[in-house]
Nanobody
Framework: QVQLAESGGGLVQPGGSLRLSCVVS????????MGWYRQAPGKQRELVAG???????NYAVAVKGRFTISRDSAKNTLYLQMNSLKPEDTALYYC?????????WGQGTQVTVSS
């Protein structure tokens, strides 16, 4: 049974940094495309960053140059390093496969950027 467990969110001031983690069980993080997604209040869920199984990485335009997606096969964990955070980055962040697969949306981790 595949489980994706996000963590690492929190409240941070504009310009700050956070690192999100997604521990994957029941699947291999490096043999599947994996991604980070977010949903802000009143908006649709959107792709933030995705890494394909062969390593190709895609970023949303809004986060390019500020966020970095990575994976650790030894820990079977997906990461999202978020720097230079802006208030518009405030959202519930989820990990999932890339492309996303419906049954695997988890609880997400809340990121709030506010002074």
């Amino acid at each position: 049974q595949v489980q994706l467990a996000e963590s690492g969110g929190g409240l941070v001031q504009p310009g700050g940094s956070l690192r999100l983690s997604c521990v994957v069980s029941g699947s291999n993080v490096d043999s599947n495309g994996m991604g980070w997604y977010r949903q802000a209040p009143g908006k649709q869920r959107e792709l933030v960053a995705g890494i394909a199984s062969e390593g190709t990485i895609n970023y949303a335009v809004a986060v390019k140059g500020r966020f970095t997606i990575s994976r650790d096969s030894a820990k079977n964990t997906l990461y999202l390093q978020m720097n230079s955070l802006k208030p518009e980055d405030t959202a519930l962040y989820y990990c999932n496969y890339f492309p996303a697969r419906f049954p695997y949306w988890g609880q997400g981790t809340q990121v709030t950027v506010s002074s």
